[in-house]
């Protein structure tokens, strides 16, 4: 990247891009008690029957501490699709969800919880607080919504839109569930109401009169807003003792100390945004390589 020092204009050169953060605060000895055991719920057992070796340092390679990096490739991903905006709210946290109806996005940068109901972030204080003194976790529901995404974006059979997207967002820790669009509730609509109906706008464009379909249809944006929603675990490292075996084979008990959030489904907010804004990136500039400018619609009659 060169920065003009004179005008202070950023431009990419067409080289890589490097990005580096230093973790100038781990505190590895919080970790030493747990050495030997397997933390149920986390990947403590699968990596060292994978690999036989492990660092457990802040949980080593597992530890979302990686994320961060998405986080940031996510900000130079938003750059490249002119005039589109992602954006993540957290819409449950534990079995409580927020009220829909009292949606508001200027919300969300106003409590420590990415949420988008004012009235339920209190509560959420409360709530978390009282799981966190307990020792215990919960888990949480993210949803994302990009908006200007052009049409046409996504390939028909390998590397769909959607398929993409569930990777990109499974591909999270802790993330045991994604939706698109209407999701799970899909499968109880009568095909009546999950038909996103069609008309023609002003402009002489389809105007879509719902989004069941989370702007995605046969793997390809349909230009409406892109809805993902992505269920997040419960911390599995908890102050509560619970039952495991340590790697030499004996069981044994597990408490885990040490900096854990009670529910790391609000930092996962800014992740899934970012790898949003990463797939979709992506297939805009897969479609621009394969199309060049996406045809024009409508299509004169023969
Ligand atoms: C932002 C974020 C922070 C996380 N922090 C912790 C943590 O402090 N303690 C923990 O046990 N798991 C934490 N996790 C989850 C683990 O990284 C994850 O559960 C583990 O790597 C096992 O992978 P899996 O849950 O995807 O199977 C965090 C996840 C995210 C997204």
Redesign the pocket.
């Known amino acids: 990247m060169f920065i003009d020092e004179a005008t202070g204009e950023q431009v990419t050169t067409g080289t890589p891009i490097a990005l580096v953060i230093d973790n100038v605060d781990p505190r590895s000895k919080d970790y030493s008690d747990i050495k030997d055991k397997y ?1 149920p ?3 403590d057992y699968t990596y060292d029957a994978k690999y036989g070796i492990r660092d457990y340092r802040g ?1 080593g390679r ?3 501490r990686e ?1 961060a990096m998405r986080v940031a490739a996510g900000a130079v991903a938003r750059k490249i699709v002119p005039g589109m905006t992602v954006r993540g709210a957290l819409v449950q946290m534990g079995e409580h969800k927020i009220e829909r109806k009292r949606w508001n996005w200027d919300e969300v940068e106003r409590n420590p919880f990415f949420c988008p109901d004012a009235e339920q972030a209190k509560f959420f204080e409360a709530y978390l607080d009282d799981i966190r003194k307990r020792g215990s976790s919960v888990g949480a529901v993210i949803e994302i919504v990009a908006e200007g995404v052009p049409v046409g974006l996504g390939a028909p059979i390998y590397g769909k839109l959607d398929g993409d997207l569930a990777a990109a967002l499974m591909g ?5 569930g994604v939706e698109i669009g209407a999701g799970f509730a899909a499968a109880a609509l009568s095909g009546e109401e999950n038909a996103d109906e069609i008309r023609i706008g002003n402009d002489g464009k389809p105007v879509f009169l719902s989004n069941h379909a989370g702007g995605i249809l046969g793997g390809i944006s349909t230009g409406q807003p892109i809805v993902c929603r992505f269920a ?2 419960p ?3 908890i102050l509560t003792p619970r039952r495991t075996v340590d790697r030499y084979g004996a069981e044994t008990e597990i408490s ?1 100390k040490g ?3 009670p529910c ?2 609000i ?2 907010v800014p ?1 899934g945004e970012a790898m949003v804004a990463c797939v979709i990136a992506d297939h805009y500039l897969r479609q621009r390589g394969q199309m060049g400018e996406t045809p024009a619609w409508p299509f004169a009659r023969a």
């Open positions: 933390r719920g986390h990947a949980g597992q530890s979302a994320t999270i820790n802790a993330v045991k997040v675990k911390t599995s490292s885990t900096r854990h959030d790391v489904g930092r996962a992740i």
